[in-house]
């Protein structure tokens, strides 16, 4: 039971780097091309933890089957459930400009953006207890940090684009601090439901969750950040990747 309070605990508090991004999105006029500079830095941050902390692990738990299965099955189920979302107008709910629709424009936007939110969080957030369980009770450090840090721009970037599209600072707050505690809980169900599984199983899930995570950095962050600033994406991108590979190899 501990285990799974520390879990959530730790899967709060990357989520609640969602509430600050709001916070400051909401509160202060940020330029959206450091918006954008910052999604892009987040996006490698996030390919990198991906790459050595899901994929490799799953990886070396139980072979390529299940590393292929599980990252195009994750990759699909997200691009699946993201073309559904955005067909009810949670398409640019990361974008920080005027692209977000206002209820008026687009009934029950504001539903989609919220379901699109915990769609690209919870599988966030169940690595982060599974890595719990991958590492013998040690912390996958590399892949707290790279959820903090690409949470704090799509949080910006979201709140930033809501209050453009009109909508109130108690919505834009009750939606993060909302998603954040579902973060938590999230982390806390991959440590508490998963410990028992077989590696094979254990392998499916991490790669599932890492394609679902790479599929969000290409439909959403990418596509932010390189409508700002454009050249500047890759080597923003290529320099989060490297943060991120120095602080998993620490």
Same mark, same amino acid.
Not at 154 to 170: N, T, Y
Not at 187 to 215: C, D, E, F
């Given at each position: 039971?501990?285990?799974?309070? @520390?879990?959530?605990?730790?899967g709060?508090? %990357?989520?609640?780097?969602?509430?600050v /991004?709001?916070?400051?999105?909401? $509160? @202060?006029r940020?330029?959206?091309? $450091?918006?954008?500079l910052?999604?892009? *830095?987040?996006?490698g941050?996030?390919?990198?933890?991906?790459? *050595?902390e899901?994929?490799?692990?799953?990886?070396?738990?139980?072979?390529?089957?299940?590393?292929v299965?599980?990252?195009?099955?994750?990759?699909? @189920?997200?691009?699946?459930?993201?073309?559904?979302?955005?067909?009810?107008?949670?398409?640019?709910?990361?974008?920080?400009?005027?692209?977000?629709?206002?209820?008026?424009?687009?009934?029950?936007?504001?539903?989609?953006?919220?379901?699109?939110?915990?769609?690209?969080?919870v599988?966030e957030?169940? @690595?982060?207890?599974?890595s719990?369980?991958?590492?013998? !009770?040690?912390?996958?450090?590399?892949?707290v =940090? %790279?959820?903090?840090i690409?949470?704090?721009?799509? /949080?910006?970037?979201?709140?930033?684009?809501?209050?453009?599209?009109?909508?109130?600072?108690g919505?834009?707050?009750?939606?993060?601090?909302?998603?954040?505690v579902?973060s938590?809980?999230?982390?806390?169900?991959?440590?508490?439901? +998963?410990?028992?599984v077989?590696?094979?199983?254990?392998?499916?899930?991490?790669?599932?969750?890492?394609?679902?995570?790479?599929?969000?950095i290409?439909?959403?962050?990418?596509?932010?950040?390189? !409508?700002?600033? #454009? $050249?500047?994406? =890759?080597?923003?991108?290529?320099?989060?990747? +490297?943060?991120? *590979?120095? $602080?998993? #190899? +620490?």
């Amino acid at each position: 039971m501990a285990g799974a309070l @520390v879990a959530g605990g730790w899967g709060l508090f %990357a989520g609640a780097a969602l509430l600050v /991004g709001a916070a400051v999105g909401t $509160l @202060v006029r940020v330029p959206p091309r $450091l918006i954008a500079l910052v999604m892009a *830095f987040g996006s490698g941050v996030l390919m990198a933890a991906v790459s *050595f902390e899901l994929i490799a692990e799953a990886y070396e738990r139980s072979g390529m089957v299940p590393v292929v299965t599980g990252a195009v099955g994750g990759a699909v @189920v997200y691009s699946g459930a993201n073309a559904l979302l955005a067909r009810r107008g949670a398409r640019h709910r990361k974008r920080s400009g005027e692209q977000q629709p206002s209820e008026e424009e687009a009934p029950g936007s504001g539903n989609a953006m919220a379901l699109g939110a915990l769609l690209d969080g919870v599988p966030e957030s169940v @690595v982060i207890g599974t890595s719990l369980l991958g590492g013998g !009770g040690h912390l996958g450090v590399a892949t707290v =940090g %790279a959820v903090f840090i690409s949470n704090l721009p799509e /949080g910006l970037a979201s709140a930033a684009g809501m209050r453009a599209a009109g909508r109130g600072r108690g919505y834009v707050f009750a939606l993060w601090g909302g998603i954040a505690v579902v973060s938590g809980l999230a982390a806390l169900a991959g440590y508490a439901l +998963l410990g028992g599984v077989s590696a094979a199983v254990m392998a499916t899930i991490t790669a599932v969750a890492g394609g679902a995570i790479l599929a969000m950095i290409a439909d959403t962050m990418i596509p932010e950040a390189y !409508g700002r600033v #454009h $050249l500047l994406t =890759g080597p923003v991108t290529v320099i989060g990747f +490297l943060s991120a *590979f120095a $602080l998993a #190899h +620490l």
